[in-house]
């Protein structure tokens, strides 16, 4: 507002209330961007006037079923539900973090599996300093989809610093989402989680190769544990070749597959501060798991 503003005319006609809402051009000489002023007696999504269903909000929150505010208020429990639960939808980058120090420079993402009607869906989570940052929806797990789905955190954290560039992120690994987010910030290094790594092997192991895949859990978390590039390196190579020992055909295999991804987790090197694991979104969506179950 500090940098002029200009009256810019008004929206179109709700359907709901028949009002009318001014809008400004904010910045007219530089960004141009355009705002809508939305009056206090009126909430959010045109739903009705504050005076009329701001007692019906009150209610709620000491429990009165919707179908009970339905009978009170002469409405429908729908209607009563979306009230009370969209109150707004607000950005969660936004609404998170107040200003742009504090913007994180090391993140982590996934996509948690659920259901829609009976659809699969794919909720792209992104996370940082055990806070979810980023959550959108996305009806397939190929590139398109999840890239309109992480989108979500990148515009609400563009809103707060334009110039903003992460530079790290930590994934499971899943191809599409790497190339998403290298599309979605072109200089970011994607790191690949070592844990998931180990549990590829895990998913394959069974009782009876139960004494082996203990001793390759010892010697992958020792590689882990190395405390320099070049340290990592010397026991990703020996551990290679020890791999191309083993007889067990489906362990080898996973075990081999990680020895090959050591571009991807040795780059976390040259960030100390990255993570190098997925724990940390894992943690959180088990919430949201809790949640939408």
Same mark, same amino acid.
């Given at each position: ?36 002023? *939305? ?31 339905? *009978? ?8 009563? *539900?979306?009230?009370?639960? +969209? ?50 929806? +996305?009806?397939? !797990?190929?590139? +398109? ?18 110039? /903003? ?9 899943? &191809? ?7 599309? &979605? ?9 070592? &844990? ?6 895990? @998913? ?7 004494? &082996? ?12 544990? !190395?405390? +320099? ?13 020890? !791999? ?24 976390? /090197? ?8 997925? @724990? ?14």
């Amino acid at each position: 507002m500090s940098k002029g503003y200009h009256l810019h005319g008004f929206t179109r006609e709700s359907a709901k209330t028949g009002l009318k809402f001014r809008r400004i051009l904010v910045d007219p000489k530089g960004s141009r961007t355009c705002y809508t002023i *939305y009056p206090s007696f009126i909430f959010p999504y045109m739903r009705g006037r504050t005076d009329e269903l701001e007692k019906m909000v009150f209610l709620s929150q000491f429990g009165v079923p919707f179908w009970g505010l339905a *009978y009170v208020f002469d409405k429908d429990p729908m209607f009563c *539900y979306r009230t009370v639960s +969209s109150i707004g939808r607000f950005s969660v980058v936004g609404t998170t973090i107040k200003s742009t120090e504090k913007l994180p420079d090391n993140l982590v993402a996934d996509e948690k599996h659920t259901r829609i009607k009976g659809e699969k869906a794919y909720i792209a989570t992104t996370a940082a300093n055990e806070c979810i940052l980023g959550v959108g929806v +996305s009806k397939t !797990a190929d590139e +398109s989809g999840l890239k309109k789905a992480y989108g979500i955190f990148k515009s609400e954290a563009l809103d707060i610093c334009s110039k /903003y560039l992460p530079g790290t992120v930590n994934t499971d690994g899943w &191809l599409a989402t790497k190339k998403v987010w290298k599309s &979605l910030f072109v200089n970011i290094l994607v790191i690949e989680c070592f &844990l998931h790594a180990i549990l590829g092997i895990r @998913n394959v192991a069974t009782r009876k190769t139960q004494e &082996l895949f203990t001793e390759i859990l010892e010697k992958a978390w020792d590689v882990y544990h !190395a405390e +320099s590039l070049r340290s990592f390196s010397q026991r990703m190579r020996r551990l290679r070749e020890w !791999a191309n020992k083993i007889e067990e055909g489906r362990l080898k295999n996973k075990l081999l597959k990680l020895c090959n991804k050591k571009d991807f987790f040795a780059a976390a /090197y040259s960030h100390p501060s990255a993570h190098r694991t997925s @724990n940390m979104v894992d943690r959180l969506m088990d919430g949201m798991d809790r949640f939408i179950y």
